[in-house]
T-cell receptor, first 112, second 116 residues
Framework: GAGVSQSPSNKVTEKGKDVELRCDPI?????LYWYRQSLGQGLEFLIY????????KSGLPSDRFSAERTGGSVSTLTIQRTQQEDSAVYLC??????????FGPGTRLTVT | AQKITQTQPGMFVQEKEAVTLDCTYD???????LFWYKQPSSGEMIFLIY??????QNATEGRYSLNFQKARKSANLVISASQLGDSAMYFC?????????????FGGGTRVLVKP
């Protein structure tokens, strides 16, 4: 079956602009996660969705970051007023409850 | 304190030989899970193997096995009969029961290069 998909695969944006990153999880996976991978910080958890609600947003680095999930499926991560330190690969993962997480290919974000 | 520690930033291994990647963890949970993921240069994280804290047997999955030593809090990955395609970054991760939603905490990774 289809895996987790993310779009765009690459995004270059100017400092101060807003960006939206999209994640389409595996069908039937109710849990969805966003992680960030950067050279200095490794892999960091950002936010977790169960269905459309986000019980754990503890990893969002600032209020410039937000995410939503609709229809228990697609999720969008929005970064407002991007900064250079936001440059990273943003990874989305999905899973059945309590099961292993399957990751998408990631979105490489570069803020110039 | 680091929850997941991978002490080997990089390793070379000869094709067809076995390699062990170290992972130690820190948790006060009694129930937790340990995972290994492979990240080739393409960037996608590929799930390899899982070990539950209550599992009595070491997990195995094809050429991958997990050497789980609970008292020492270590969960080393063993790759047998290395292949050129095994060249990648390998991440150890932990899921703690206390963590809402089963989020994963990752180690810093080990880069493996398989030599022909």
């Amino acid at each position: 079956g289809a895996g987790v998909s993310q779009s765009p695969s690459n995004k270059v944006t100017e400092k101060g602009k807003d960006v939206e990153l999209r994640c389409d999880p595996i069908s039937g996976h109710t849990a969805l996660y966003w992680y960030r991978q950067s050279l200095g910080q490794g892999l960091e958890f950002l936010i977790y969705f169960q269905g459309n609600s986000a019980p754990d947003k503890s990893g969002l680095p600032s209020d410039r970051f937000s995410a939503e999930r609709t229809g228990g499926s697609v999720s969008t991560l929005t970064i407002q007023r991007t900064q250079q330190e936001d440059s990273a690969v943003y990874l989305c993962a999905s899973s059945r409850p309590g099961a292993e997480q399957y990751f998408g290919p990631g979105t490489r974000l570069t803020v110039t | 304190a680091q929850k997941i520690t991978q002490t080997q930033p990089g390793m070379f291994v000869q094709e067809k030989e076995a390699v062990t990647l170290d992972c130690t963890y820190d948790t006060s949970d009694q129930s937790y899970g340990l995972f290994w993921y492979k990240q080739p240069s393409s960037g996608e994280m590929i799930f390899l193997i899982y070990q539950g804290s209550y599992d009595e047997q070491n997990a195995t999955e094809g050429r991958y096995s997990l050497n789980f030593q609970k008292a020492r809090k270590s969960a080393n990955l063993v790759i047998s009969a290395s292949q050129l395609g095994d060249s990648a970054m390998y991440f150890c991760a932990m899921r703690e029961t206390k963590a809402a939603g089963n989020k994963l905490t990752f180690g810093g990774g080990t880069r493996v290069l398989v030599k022909p």
